[in-house]
């Protein structure tokens, strides 16, 4: 409970998404930072990209990494949002991808697990471990295994991707700005 997510926008977003199909869209939203995992994460998204070639990644966020980032036809770089401008991207998402390193908290998984998306995260981000129970509404995943874990989701038939966004939404609920 180190930091604590406004669940206004994220609740709004959360119904928006029960009448709008998932797209075959992971996404990241963080800085393009070393330490966030971005470069695993696009070697193992690219990788599975002729598997999957449905599927894209949608990566919002500048940083360190920008001038580096990698540029694949199947993934976006759509630099930085302010927070209003994030709904069009979590609306339609599959599911939301953080594979950080080191990550004390990360506020964003709360913001995501409020809006109903199902996580794959490093058990190294803080909030996973409130905001993330294993099979339930994701997975954990870390440099060994992320194709894996990415592969496990793409794979995943919407249907169980629906009962995992209603357990992120009941997770990112359990916690909020009075109980902070």
């Known amino acids: 409970g180190f930091y604590c997510?406004?669940?206004?926008?994220f609740q709004v977003v959360y119904q928006r998404r029960?009448?709008?199909?998932?797209?075959?869209?992971?996404?990241?939203?963080?800085r393009y930072?070393?330490?966030?995992?971005?470069r695993e994460l696009w070697a193992a998204f690219a990788e599975l990209s002729d598997e999957f070639p449905e599927w894209e990644l949608h990566?919002?966020?500048?940083g360190d990494l920008w001038e580096e980032r990698m540029m694949h036809p199947k993934i976006f770089h759509h630099g930085f949002k302010q927070p209003h401008?994030?709904?069009p991207f979590l609306e339609d998402a599959a599911c939301f991808v953080m594979p950080s390193k080191k990550e004390p908290w990360g506020v964003v998984l709360h913001e995501m697990a409020i809006a109903?998306?199902?996580?794959?995260?490093?058990?190294?981000?803080?909030?996973?471990?409130?905001f993330l129970?294993?099979?339930?509404?994701?997975?954990?995943?870390?440099?060994?295994?992320?194709?894996?874990r990415l592969r496990k989701m793409l794979f995943m038939p919407d249907a169980d991707k629906e009962t995992m966004s209603e357990r992120s939404h009941q997770l990112g609920m359990s916690h909020g700005p009075r109980d902070w």
């Open 116 to 130: 109903g998306l199902p996580l794959l995260a490093s058990d190294s981000v803080g909030a996973s471990s409130h």
């Open 85 to 87: 401008e994030l709904a």
């Open 5 to 9: 997510a406004d669940p206004r926008p």
């Open 33 to 38: 930072l070393e330490i966030k995992g971005l």
């Open 18 to 30: 029960k009448s709008i199909p998932p797209a075959k869209k992971l996404l990241y939203v963080g």
């Open 59 to 62: 990566c919002v966020g500048t």
């Open 133 to 148: 129970v294993e099979e339930e509404n994701g997975f954990y995943l870390n440099a060994a295994n992320l194709s894996d």
